[in-house]
């Protein structure tokens, strides 16, 4: 019987680039995000962002009703000492916790700063959530943005990443924001609905140019703006596990599912992991599709990412950590010894080629200092009621950990 295989990625295309309106339609006139301050005058780092008199939608709504609980726990951004830490919480020995305004519940996603002023940075979550900073990550405040404001959506915004002044946000349902001037104005990028996925990553690579992945594998490249792409790769990752069923990938026959995680490596390479953990895949630029990988671990894969070194780091459910043999793009993993106390490990992020912070579930804070060979815990973050889903360093003396309920966890060195 003959099987029914997914279009090319390249069947969207006209030649290299987008072409038919059906994908992308170029925009009439940018989309700025207006700023005002707001009313009375507060200090500089507390302005807030007006909007035009409307009527009060649902996202205005639950922010006016967030206001209170967050002036009593946010008291850095409104000029009033920062309030002692509860005895419960106890002191991080190299990280501060620091108190957003945002509505309970808010799962932070991604953090960027801007590479020229790195006081200045972003902020992103679910439920719309984009917060600014102008003092390096102390304080934030919210961020609005009227193109997305004024739809019936509430947007979770994944990813974020700039260049010199340029930037990029995407989110879901389908949204692609650029700034020019440092993210002082935003314009939206109209996508159509047609785009393979949901756009979970997207990288800056150079003037006007970005790469942009999908949660089905799609990976594009834009050099103008985001007003045409070209497909990096030639079908979707189920279109090529369905069409090499003898490929020996376990799980990989009839798969109908999507990536997990995704992560790029300074080089352009990717490791992803399959929705449910039995494998992993990679993609290496110049190659027309993705590599799948049996897992050489008994339980199911949760996270992988890039050493310092170029080697791979495997994260499996229920807290095991592995590293790849030498760098580059492997299969050989052997496990290191950690104090997950059970709980899953859902990222690694590296300081430096030796130092390295791990965070998971219920608080979990471990540290190497050795390249990964040994890790310690830091158990003053066991108290911590929420579950660390992302590890950034922007530089040697700059990092977050971002968790769900609206943790943010600052490196203070």
């Given amino acids: 019987m003959a099987m029914m295989l997914k279009p090319l990625l390249t069947s969207f295309f006209t030649g290299d680039v987008v072409t038919s309106p059906r994908l992308l339609q170029l925009p009439p006139s940018p989309l700025p995000v207006t700023r005002a301050s707001a009313s009375p005058s507060p200090p500089p780092e507390q302005q807030q962002f007006q909007q035009k008199p409307q009527a009060t939608n649902r996202r205005q709504f639950l922010s006016k009703t967030a206001a209170a609980s967050y002036l009593s726990l946010a008291a850095p951004l409104i000029g009033v000492p920062q309030r002692a830490a509860r005895a419960d919480e106890g002191a991080l020995a190299e990280w501060e916790r620091v108190y957003l305004p945002i509505d309970p519940g808010v799962v932070l996603l991604d953090i960027a700063f ?41 947007y979770r915004f994944n990813s974020i990443s700039f260049k010199g002044k340029e930037g990029w946000i995407v989110g879901k349902p389908a949204i692609l924001l650029y700034t020019a001037d440092a993210g002082e104005t935003w314009e939206r990028i109209p996508l159509s609905a047609e785009l393979p996925g949901d756009m979970v990553y997207i990288k800056a690579t150079g003037e006007k140019s970005a790469e942009m992945v999908t949660d089905q594998g799609a990976i594009y490249i834009t050099a103008n703006r985001g007003y045409n792409w070209r497909a990096a790769v030639q079908e979707t990752v189920s279109a090529t596990l369905n069409r090499t069923v003898s490929s020996g990938i376990s799980g990989a026959s009839y798969y109908t599912g999507t990536f997990n995680t995704v992560n790029r490596s300074p080089e352009g390479n990717y490791v992803a992991v399959s929705s449910r953990g039995n494998f992993y895949l990679t993609w290496e630029p110049g190659q027309p599709f993705w590599q799948p990988h049996n897992r050489a671990i008994a339980r199911r894969i949760q996270n992988m990412g890039w050493r310092a070194d170029g080697g791979l780091w495997l994260l499996v459910r229920g807290g095991g950590l592995y590293l790849s043999k030498g760098s580059g793009i492997s299969e050989d993993f052997e496990e290191v010894p950690v104090q997950s106390r059970g709980f899953g490990i859902l990222d690694v992020g590296y300081r430096s080629q030796e130092e390295a912070w791990a965070a998971g579930g219920s608080g979990i804070l471990l540290r190497t200092t050795n390249g990964g060979k040994t890790w310690s815990r830091d158990k003053a973050a066991d108290n911590i009621a929420a579950n660390l889903y992302s590890v950034k360093f922007i530089n040697d003396k700059k990092g977050f950990v971002l968790g769900n309920d609206g943790v943010l966890l600052r490196y203070l060195g």
């Fill in 114 to 154: 801007v590479p020229d002023d790195l006081s200045h940075g972003f902020l992103l979550g679910t439920r719309q959530t984009i917060l600014e900073t102008k003092d390096g990550g102390s304080t934030w405040v919210p961020r609005s943005i009227p193109s997305a404001e004024d739809e019936d959506f509430n």
